[in-house]
Every structure is written in structure tokens, then in C-alpha cells.
């Protein structure tokens, strides 16, 4: 496993290439959040591959300070699951934006996801495609203006974290990207996670789309609109924390505290849950109708894709030599 | 008892002393489970354990599960046998077994005017004429009158020969091979011993079947005896070298290959295979091999097996993927990333009858230009082609050898009929195996990492992750040269352009100079590559046996081209170069040289008769 060293920076972890963002993108602040958990991991920089695919999101791997390696469009968990195949003692992050991941990349992550190769994926949503300059994308909610819908996009958006519970990932988890301390605790929690971690970070397209999460964002806002999962706890928000969500039959809903409602009617959350019914009912939840979720919606512990191939190799008849291989079945020797 | 069957009495009945031959043809083809690929491998094995040189390739039917008796399920098993060096499962039969009327449909143009033909006539019933489209009884057509028919009651025969056995229905019918390959066994004079020993490993938990399979044998090669003079011919001539031997087909030479350029660079295996007919022959192959120091996935396309192998590569493994058809275009986009990036990643492309789906079963040559071009951007990998069964071992060491010490891509291109076809192999002594040179780069405080910076082959650093000092990013994106930052620069992206074409044009400096077969000048020089090398060669030989002035090579490097093939080239009056596509490395070859070769063309999804190609050599030589 990796070696923990002592008192890295931040800095440790800049690469010398000139960052190309738009001034105002969230983007920097993914970035700024990253280089500070990965200096406080301890892990050494040597051990950490960052991989990606194509998007404004995508060069990320190229401004840190570790192993990188930019991919084509969407590929980037094969390659990741290529990485860890070749060295399963690497840390390895795959970074994708929502254009990369959910339209060309979808089936290399749903794939990856349900495999448990020991990743940490970072979907970044900024819900347009940025980099290829403000077309929709799988993720813009309908009525999303862009270059390719400029009367509203009339397609349904893909949710992330209900695809990646599809796809029976062990750690699934939301934040955004202007919430510094929470964006370092799911960091943290995903690095932690041993199988595929998967993490969707609601970010700002300056340029494109700009304010599309001002919901989460808004210090005002948020209170009403965003819930903070915590696991064991009842799922309660607002500004009183007074407002709470519970259950009617198979529909969620949206309650106040008092009248008759009282905590014993609350929702608990558990990200442990065996089944991630709850968690996916948890992912389905979009404003305006309904506040939406950061923080952990599943953590569970199940054996990572590699230990499933060692405890398989195991199983069986032991390898056969390579000069029995060769020689094969039915060989014969002539004088 | 079992020790009483291991002998057979030699009849007394005249029928007069073996032909001698110097090779011969026999297809065996019935219904899937009338048994033709065991009664083809046993007999097989019959010839090469005598010495013969053996070539043997299936025809396995279009569907997994016909009607029995249908054209649809016929299954086909072919050997060629020789006292001489043989490159092809020949071309006319000398004998076709057809076990019912769909057979005898579908391979009686392959029968060679001389050639003898078997069938099962307890299987030549208006029910299983009318199968295979027959409105009469095919036995008493004309057009059977100009070959020797034996028309034998299998069926029946069989059953009397096992009936004092006690065995269940279907186990009476499945020694009905032992009946055919007992007939056949006679009529070649090959030896029954290593059959019946066989017959005793096999079975030996069932003395019944052990009985019942020996008898049905006996029963055969004693009804051959009946059969009339003048039937039984021998191929005598001792042919393969003295030493340890077994048959091996395309794919398990191209994935021996593999393993033992893994052993001999001491670098471990990433294998990524999308299930894809007949590439899926080496996942199922590395699979069933499990071996400590590869590791196999079955990814969930053909994009996820390249980029797997790559992400491998990058990793520190020797990253190899393998797929056929459509998948081949869709790798494209990842080898362009591996050679962009420069990461050794070995993917093996079998052509398959195009384009798209074509004839999913069928031979081809045509992704020779994609493997030359098809990429964007200025975009040259290495490619080489397996050229025979065997030769899948060699391809694949110098695939590893060239990918490691290069740090570049390379495509393996083969096809359907190599990956099938068979051939006798001396079995390499392991030590006697070319160590592959893989130097990973170890990091050097003195000398910070250049990651984009050359050795003596414009190879990079193989820089892996894991060992400090030695962090770099590295992808898609053009690169600056030496520090691999990206750069948009002109001039630089010019640089590279040229210099990734160079490192790969390099490697012609220091391949082994080309083998000509025949004359070093002359008249005509055949080029083939691939599967077609098989064909040609005979061909070739047939020519200069008959006193022409025909000389021949066959190319495993396509890309980069030898140096020396220019000059071989223009050493022959005419060039010419069968393709089993529509004229590939032809137009690469006048691109290159500015050389006017003939082509050869066919695209019926089938290889090429070394009849055909004899004869265009023929027609290009002109009237003697
Ligand atoms: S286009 Fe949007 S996502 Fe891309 S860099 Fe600019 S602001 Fe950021």
C-alpha cells in the first residue's frame, strides 16, 4: 500500500502547466479543494494517477502534480480500470465532466461502477457542455437555453448520483463546488473508501450557464432548498430545521415539524443501507418541488474488482506451468 | 479385454499394395454431432505422429444450433497431409466424407476429379435429400458418375458392430465417428495404435465405451478391406524434424506468443477482450490459462478493451487487446491516443469479411489500409501480420519487443482462417526463447524526468507510477517536446508529427534482411502478407518445380516496410501480389515505390487455392 509522508502542502501538488480556465469558473475551487485533501492524505505523490477524458474539466489532471493522464472523450474509467489493473496499490481519480461522462462515457462508468474498481470518480456538473462552447448537455434540465436548444432543451436530464446507485456503486456522494469544507470532507470520505467511490460536484459554468445551482449556492437560498445528508440522523432542513422530509407510501414528501408531525415520522437516513432504495428515492428529489441532497447518499462495503480477482485466482486448480502450456495437450516426440 | 484391442488383424484379402502419394486431402462433414471435428483431429494426429507435415483447418456451421440434416449445421474438418513442407489445408479433396445429404451438397465441388467419395447411404433418404434441397437421390446423379463413390451403410454397420455392447441410443450413434475414421484409417494406411490408446485414456472410467468405440473402429477399417482394389493409398514420407511436437492453430500460437513475451521481459499482462468471434478465442484461451502474471478482463465494449490495455501500459504493464470487424474501426480511436501518447499497447485485429457485420464467419484481408491509415491526424503505429498458424508466436514476441522498445502502439493484424487453421509445431525449448528488453525508467535526482525526451530508437521514457521523481501527465493533447507540457505551438506540433514518423520508419534500419524464396532475379516475385504467405509459397514452389522463374516473400513487417524491399522488388521483371481484398498493400506498395506490381484480388470470404494464384502466374509469364 501507499506510504504516508509527512507535511505536504497544497503546492506540492501544482504542476508547472499554466491553469486555462475562465476567470469565475468552479472549476478552480474543485481544483484548490483537491490539491488541499490530497496534501492531507499523506499519500505520496508518486502513488496518485489522475485520469480523465475531454471537457473544460478534463484538464485538471494536467495542473497536478502527480501522475496524469488525459484520455478521449468518455473513456477515461477504462483507462482508470486499466491503471489499477496494471498496479492495484496506485490511487487513482478519474475526473469527467457531465458531457464526458454522460453522454460518450456513460457505459465505461456505469461499468466501472458496478465492477468496484478501487476509483475515485469526480463527475463535475456544470449541466452544459463548456469546453466545445454551450451546447446542451445530458444533464441540462429541460428548458436549459444553449447554442443546440435556444428555445429551452426539451430532452429529460440524466441525474448522476441515480445512475451511479444504478449501477450498484459503494460510495455515492453530492456536493458543490463553492462549499469548501464540505467538498474536502466528501474528498476526504471517497479517498477513504476502499471500491468505487463516485462523487457529483455541482459546478458553475461562468460562461455558459451561469447560475444554474444559485439554489444550493445562495446563502440565503440554500437553507430551504438544499438538504445535508447525515447518516443515522432524521433528514430535517431549513433555515429552523424545521422542515423535514418523510414517507407516503413510495412518494417522498415534504413536511413541517408541529401539527400533529413529529420526529417518529421523520425519514432517518442511512448511507449504509444494504439496498440503496432509499438513497435512489434520495437522488430522484430536484427543486423546485423538492430540496436536493449533498453530502453521502451510499457508503457501503463490499469487495473491491481486485480482490474478487485474487479470491478467484484462488479458487480452482493452480496455474499450469508455462512449458505445460506450451507443449499444450497433445504433444508428441518424434525420434 | 481392453489389452486384447489394442491390435488389428491384417486381412488377407487382396487388395493390392498402397498407392504411393505425396499428399493428400481429405474433408470429413456431417452434422455438428456426427463427430467430424474429433474423427478430423484424430486423424490428423494419425499423419503428424507418423511425420507427416500437417495443415488442417474447420468449417464450423453458420448456425450454433441447426436442424440436424440441414445445410445450416453442416460442420466440415479438412487436413492436408504430406511427406513435404506444406503451407495451405489444400486445395481439391482427395477424399470427401459426407455423412448426409447437406455435406455431400456443400463440398462436392471441392472433390477433386480423381477423388474418392464416402457417404453414410443409410443417411440418403428422401426425408434428408429433400434437407438439402434434393428432389432425387443425389447417389444416382450423373454428375457423381465422374468420381468414385463408396457408399457405405454407416449407420447400420455400426450398430452391428457394437450391438453386444450394452449402451444407451445416443451412445451408439456417437461411435459411428470410430466406424468413419476406422474406414478412413484404411484407406490412408495409417496407423489404428494411437487411436485405440486414446480411445483406452478417454473412456477409461467406461470399459463398455472403451469396447463399444474400438469395435466400431475395427468394424470400419475391415469393411474397407471389402470395399474393392485399388482404394488404399499411403503418405510414407517422413517430413517434420525429430523432437517434441503438437498442433497448434492461429490463436494459440498469437497467445503463447503473448505469454512468453510477458516471461521473457519480466513484465506482468493486462488482457482486455471484448467477446467477439474469433478474437474471443484468446480471452476464452488467457482465461482458462490463469496465470500469475496476467491479469484478464472482459470489458464492456471494444473502446473500454483498447483503452484498458493502454490504461495498463501506462500503468507499467504490457497492455494487449484483441477484436475483429467492427471492432477494429472502433480501436482506432485509441491506438491514435497511444501513439499520441506513446505507450506500448499490442492489439490484435482478425479480419473478418467486411464491411460492418459482412460474413461474421468468413476470412478477409481488407483492414490492411485502416491499420496503415485508418486514424486521425498524422497518425503511423507499427503493424505487423501473422502469416501462418504458428508464426502467431514469433508476431507476437516482436509485437511486445517492438511496442516496449519503441514505446508505440502496434497492430497485429491476422484473420479467421489463421486463428482456425492448424498446423504441427516443434515445441520451442523454454530457454531457448529472445529475452525482451523492457527498460522502465528508474528516476535519477541529477536528471529530472524529461518524459518526451528520446533514446537512440526516438523511443521516450517508459516513466511509470509508482517510483518518485518520475510524475509527468501525459494523453491526447499534442505534447512540447521533452517536457511533454501541452503545446499548441506550430512548429512544435510539426517537430513531433515528424518525429513520431520517424521513430516509427526506424525500425525498418534494423529489421532482418527479407527471405526470397527462388531466384534472387527473374521474371516474377509474388508478395504476400498474412494468411495469403500460405498459399503463395506453395504456389510459388509449384512454379519452380515446373521449371519457372518465379521467386516469392512474404512480409510480417508491413509497417514500417523493410528497407530492403524496394530493392528485391525491382529485381523481377513483374510483381505480383494476391490479396484476399480488393488491392490494399498493392496500392500501398505503387504509393511507396512508384512501381506498377499486378494485383491478385479475391473477397468471397475464402483463402485463396494455390491453384489460383499458380495459374495467374501463368497468365503473367505468358505462353511458353
Ligand atoms: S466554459 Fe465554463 S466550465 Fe469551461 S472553463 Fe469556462 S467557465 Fe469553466
New binding site residues.
Partial sequence: MSIPVLAMTASDFSSAQEV???P????YSILSQLKQALASFGVRRENIVFVSGV???SRLPHYINTFGFQGSYGRAPALATGVKLANPNLQVWVVM?DGDACSAGLTHLTHALRRNVDLKILLIN?E?F??S??QQSPTSRVGTCSKTSPDGSVETPLRPVSIALAAEATFVARTVDVDVNHMSEIFEKAAMHRGSGFVEIY???????DGVFEYATDAVIKTDSIIHLEHGRPILFGKDRNHALRLNGFEPEVVTLGQGITMDDILIHDERAAEPTLAFLLSRLVGPQFPECLGVFRNVRKPTHQQLLDAAFQQGDPPRAFESLLAGDESWTLA | MPGTTLTIARSTIPHGTPVERAAAVVRFAGDANDGVLLVGTQFTYACAMVGNAVMTVPDPAAEIRAPAGALAGVTAFQCHFAGHAIHTPGDRLDLLVALNPSALRTYIGDLSPAGLLLVDSDRFVPDEWAKAGYVADPLQDAALQAFRVLAVPIRQLNREAVARVNLIPTEIERCKSFFVLGLSYWLFDRPPEPTFRWIRETYNKNPGLVEAHTRAFKAGWHHAETLGPGLQSRVGQRCLKSGKHRMINGATALALGFLAAARQSGLPMVYAGFPVAPASELLHLFTEWKQENIQVIQPEDDLAAANIALGAAFGGSLGVTATTSTGIALQADTLALAAISELPMVAVHVQRAGPSLGMPTRTEQADLLQAFYGRNGECPVVVLAQSSPSDGFRIAIEAVRLAVTRMTPVVVLTDTYLMSASEAWHVPSSSELPMVLAKQTKADPEHPLLPYSRDEHLARPWAIPGRAGLEHRTGGMEKEANTGAVSYDPANHEAMVALRARKIAKIAEKLPPLVVHGPKSGDVLIVAWGSVCGATHDAAERCRAAGLNVANIGLTHLSPLPADLVGVLRKYRRVLVPELNAGQLSKILRAEYLLDVVSLNKVQGQPFLVSEIEAKVRQLLGPC
Fill in positions: 486555462r480556465w475562465c469565475g469558473c468552479g472549476d471537457g473544460c474539466a465532466g456544470n452544459v463548456g469546453l462552447r454551450g459546478q458553475n459554468c461562468k460562461i455558459f450557464n
